[in-house]
């Protein structure tokens, strides 16, 4: 069956989303997660310009080939952008399998290891009240576990952390990226963060109890002694994770940190293949792996991952913030119901405007998600709705510490 159409959609409906459809010559479509938040266009430029017209004609059964096709004749291999256009190919290539298979695309993995993926949300407050409040209205949404962010004494705005509840009062959602021309700044300052945080788990405990398992993402802002300090300090909270302790492009810093503290680490939300995780994997130095599909190169790549993963009794953790599509999220979740080593899912949920543009099987019931049954990763994207979207520039944020200096986000 031959690929006919490739289409890059862009479109903004609550926050930018790059897809790419993929059309055979039967008519069966496939979809494509490729949104790299604050980049968007450099993807779909890669895809469009230089991707799309590579796969008409091209067998769209062959999916590890053109995976292999797509990272080697490029000759300029890894990065972010590279990687969420193969991605995109890769799950819209599985999308069609599924499809012409007549079954929903976990089956196509062996089929499903346990009844439903728990996941886990985002709880955040400026005061301890408020982050009360969000943990309280993500148990009502059926949330069993929750990431917990505050802000911290001194600091104007934290990263992750809802500047207030949304309109129906109840949802303490942030949106990573913000619709403005230039990155927000933020300020920062880790010794301060250092002192507030612990104090924040220990409310927490005292107020909600020992069993409700508490993540918590450092977002790459500490040094490893300083990630060490703070793994320590949290091990009477029993976190779940803590997450990006320190930037991880450096991997061997990870040793240090697990010299010091049994809190179990979890890292990976800006890798883009199994190479970034070598050293971490094979010396037990991490044990959640938190790639998103959509960056790491797709399902093909991502199930290598997770499996070199699960030898070393390390795993699953994929990545679900608001800019990973409905298409991204569809996908992680047939591998999560799918593999032995899932660990557990993120899921921010996405707002209105977008679940109209991207029509999902999938659901959230007590806690648990559910790719559904229908042939295929189980979205479809309503292209009329998708075009009165239209793309919007929106950036992440950066930081600077007290003396100026830009710092680790
Ligand atoms: C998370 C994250 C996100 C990322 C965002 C970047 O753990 O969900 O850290 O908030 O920063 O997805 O685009
Ligand atoms: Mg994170």
């Known amino acids: 069956m031959r690929i006919r159409a490739a289409d890059v959609i862009v479109t903004s409906p609550d926050r930018n989303f790059v897809t790419l459809k993929l ?9 494509g997660d490729a949104t790299l938040n604050g980049r968007e266009l450099s993807v779909a430029s890669y895809l469009s310009d230089h991707v799309a017209p590579l796969l008409i004609d091209r067998d769209a059964g062959r999916i590890e080939d053109t995976w292999q096709f797509l990272y080697r004749s490029a000759y300029w291999r890894r990065g972010p952008v590279t990687m969420a256009a193969i991605a995109a190919v890769d799950v819209a290539l599985w999308d069609i399998k599924a499809k012409m298979a007549g079954m929903p695309l976990y089956q196509l993995f062996g089929g499903a290891s346990r009844n439903g993926i728990q996941a886990y949300g985002h709880a955040s ?3 301890t009240e408020e982050l009360f409040d969000s943990i309280r209205a993500h ?4 949330y069993t576990a929750m990431r917990i962010q ?18 129906d009062g109840k949802r303490y959602d942030y949106e990573p990226a913000q619709r403005q021309a230039f990155p927000p700044e933020e300020d920062w300052d880790t010794r301060a963060y250092l002192r507030h945080l612990p104090t924040v788990f220990e409310s927490v405990r005292n107020e909600f109890g020992p069993e409700l398992p508490l993540l918590h993402d450092g977002h790459h802002r500490m040094t490893p002694i300083q990630a060490a300090k703070l793994g320590k300090a949290l091990e009477p909270y029993d976190l779940f994770w803590l ?3 320190t930037p991880a492009e450096n ?4 040793r240090l940190v697990r010299q010091h503290t049994t809190t179990p680490l ?9 190479w970034d995780y070598q050293t971490l994997i094979q010396e037990q130095l991490i044990d959640y792996v938190r790639s998103a599909v959509t960056h790491t190169g797709g399902i093909t790549a991502m199930r290598k991952i997770l499996d070199f993963a699960a030898q070393y009794q390390i795993k699953s953790g994929i990545h679900g913030p608001t800019d990973i599509s409905p298409v991204g999220m569809a996908a992680a979740l047939h591998l999560d119901l799918a593999i032995h080593n899932f660990g557990i899912q993120e899921y921010m949920r996405h707002g209105t405007a977008t679940n109209e543009v991207f029509q999902q099987t999938f659901t959230f019931q007590n806690g648990y998600l559910h790719p559904g049954e229908q042939p295929g990763i189980g979205v479809t994207l309503d292209e009329e709705a998708a075009a009165r979207h239209p793309y919007a520039p929106a950036y992440l944020p ?8 830009i710092h680790d986000w």
Do not use: H, M, W
């Open 23 to 31: 059309t055979t010559e039967d008519g069966v479509t496939g979809l």
């Open 125 to 127: 407050g400026r005061t």
């Open 139 to 142: 148990r009502e949404q059926g």
């Open 150 to 167: 505050t802000a911290v004494p001194g600091l104007k705005a934290v990263y992750g952390v809802a500047s207030q509840p949304s309109v």
């Open 243 to 245: 997450e990006d302790c």
């Open 251 to 254: 991997q061997a810093a990870l």
């Open 266 to 274: 979890a890292i990976g939300e800006i890798f883009n293949t199994v």
């Open 398 to 405: 950066f930081n600077r510490l007290a003396d100026g200096t």
